[in-house]
């Protein structure tokens, strides 16, 4: 589903003990064991939201995140993580879909820790939930800085260097 290009009111970085009204679901539909638990996917979500929202995240396979890329995106293959905002006022209401196989992969080919990869792609779909987008190079760059911040500030390494 398309995103907006809009920034947020408040910058999570800015307000790092902020406590948002968070409501969260996360749903395990993957095969795989070494997903990350709900306290991990709650503490990601809160250090990048900006205001209160109502979000689910679901955990899937390769087959279903085929299934959704192709449906909404016209692609032919998984991606590691979908975006789906349903309302963007308060609470903010959306899901993202993490593609499990897809971000294994991709944490072992980078020679990332898979759970700060998990933590990366959470965070970047929550910045999407709140209207940032990459598909400019400028607002690239301005959600990577973001992303950077938040994930840095958790104490995960920067998400864009490869650590081979």
Same mark, same amino acid.
């Given at each position: 589903?398309?995103?907006?290009?809009?920034?947020?009111?408040?910058?999570?970085?800015?307000?790092?003990?902020?406590?948002?009204?968070?409501?969260?679901?996360?749903?395990?539909?993957?095969?795989?064991?070494?997903?990350?638990?709900?306290?991990?996917?709650?503490?990601?979500?809160?250090?990048? +939201?900006?205001?209160?929202?109502?979000?689910? !995240? =679901?955990?899937? /396979?390769?087959?279903?995140? &085929?299934? $959704?890329?192709?449906?909404?995106?016209?692609?032919?293959?998984?991606?590691?993580?979908?975006?789906?905002?349903?309302?963007?006022?308060?609470?903010?209401?959306?899901?993202?879909?993490?593609?499990?196989?897809?971000?294994?992969?991709?944490?072992?080919?980078?020679?990332?820790?898979?759970?700060?990869?998990?933590?990366?792609?959470?965070?970047?779909?929550? +910045?999407?939930?709140?209207?940032?987008?990459? !598909? =400019?190079?400028? /607002?690239?760059?301005?959600? &990577?800085? $973001?992303?950077?911040?938040?994930?840095?500030?958790?104490?995960?390494?920067?998400?864009?260097?490869?650590?081979?």
């Amino acid at each position: 589903m398309p995103t907006r290009n809009m920034p947020l009111t408040k910058n999570p970085v800015e307000s790092p003990d902020h406590e948002q009204e968070l409501v969260l679901t996360v749903q395990y539909v993957a095969d795989k064991t070494d997903i990350p638990n709900r306290r991990l996917f709650r503490k990601w979500v809160k250090a990048a +939201l900006s205001k209160p929202a109502e979000v689910v !995240i =679901r955990i899937v /396979d390769r087959q279903e995140g &085929e299934i $959704l890329n192709r449906d909404f995106r016209g692609k032919s293959s998984a991606t590691n993580v979908l975006t789906f905002v349903y309302d963007d006022d308060v609470p903010l209401l959306g899901d993202i879909v993490l593609c499990a196989p897809v971000i294994c992969n991709e944490a072992q080919q980078q020679g990332k820790d898979l759970t700060a990869h998990y933590a990366h792609l959470t965070i970047h779909g929550i +910045l999407h939930l709140q209207g940032y987008d990459h !598909i =400019r190079d400028e /607002d690239a760059v301005v959600m &990577e800085s $973001l992303e950077t911040e938040i994930i840095t500030r958790l104490g995960y390494p920067d998400p864009y260097v490869i650590q081979h």
